[in-house]
C-alpha cells in the first residue's frame, strides 16, 4: 500500500533544528554533508514563510545541582559539569546561526518541549506542524518526536538532517518507531513539499476565467 505523505502549509510549520551545538558535533564523524544537508532545509523553510526553531541543550551551576542521582543520563551531565550554557562548545554551529525573529530556547533534558517554553512560544504562532532535525535519532529526536505526538502536532522528520552514533539503533527507530509518528521524508522531499505548497497557493489566487 502507498502511503501519500499529506501537504505541508509552511504558514503553520516548523523546522526544529535540535542540538546542533559544537560539542555534540565533535562527537560524530564526519558532519559536514549533514551540516549542508540542514542549512539548506533552514533556507528553504525561511523561503516559504516558514518558522525556523533552534533548541540546545545547556547548563547553569543551579541546573546542574538540581539533577537527581535517579537521573541514569543527566545525573553523569551533572557529575562531570558537562555542557555549560555560555560554553563556547553549548553553542549553535555557526553555519546554521539563527537569525532574527527565529525561536530559540535552551533545554535540561532530552525533548524539546519538557524543559523550555517552546510548545507555548510555537502556539502562539499558530504553529501546529513541526519538521523535525537533529542530533541524536535516540536522544533529542526520539524524545522529541514522541512529546510532541503525544501534543498533537503533525510530524515530519527529516531522514537525513538526524544521525545516531549507533547506526543499528539510528536504523532501527527510522523504519520500526518514527513512521507511527510522523511521515518520514528527505531533504529533497521537503524541498518539493514547499514547492507544492506555494503552486497550490498561487492556484487558488487565481482568478476565474
Known amino acids: 500500500m502507498t502511503v ?47 518558522a525556523v526553531a533552534y533548541v540546545r541543550v545547556g547548563f547553569t551551576e543551579a541546573d546542574w545541582a538540581a539533577i537527581p542521582p535517579a537521573n541514569k543520563a543527566f545525573s553523569f551531565v551533572g557529575r562531570q559539569r558537562l555542557l555549560h550554557h555560555a560554553d563556547p562548545g553549548a553553542g549553535i554551529d555557526h553555519r546554521l546561526a539563527p ?72 536504523q532501527a527507530l527510522m523504519t520500526g518507531v518514527f513512521p507511527r509518528l510522523a511521515h518520514v521524508i528527505d531533504t529533497a522531499g521537503l524541498r518539493s513539499l514547499l514547492h507544492e505548497s506555494r503552486r497550490a497557493e498561487g492556484e487558488e489566487g487565481e482568478p476565474a476565467g
Not at 120 to 147: F, P
Open 4 to 50: 501519500t505523505t499529506p501537504a505541508l502549509d509552511p504558514r503553520t510549520a516548523a523546522l526544529l533544528v535540535m542540538d546542533y551545538q559544537q560539542a555534540i558535533l565533535a562527537s560524530l564523524p564526519d558532519t559536514e554533508s549533514l551540516l549542508s544537508r540542514v542549512a539548506g532545509a533552514i533556507a528553504d523553510m525561511r523561503a516559504h514563510g516558514a
Open 99 to 170: 537569525e532574527p525573529g527565529d525561536i530559540t530556547v535552551r533545554k535540561t533534558r532530552y525533548g524539546a518541549l519538557s524543559t523550555t517554553d517552546l510548545d507555548r512560544r510555537l502556539r502562539d504562532r499558530g504553529i501546529t506542524t513541526l519538521v523535525v532535525a537533529g542530533i541524536t535519532t535516540s536522544g533529542v529526536v526520539l524524545s522529541t518526536l514522541t512529546d510532541a505526538a503525544d501534543r498533537d502536532y503533525r510530524l515530519y522528520v527529516l531522514s537525513d538532517g538526524v544521525t545516531d552514533p549507533d547506526p543499528h539503533v539510528h
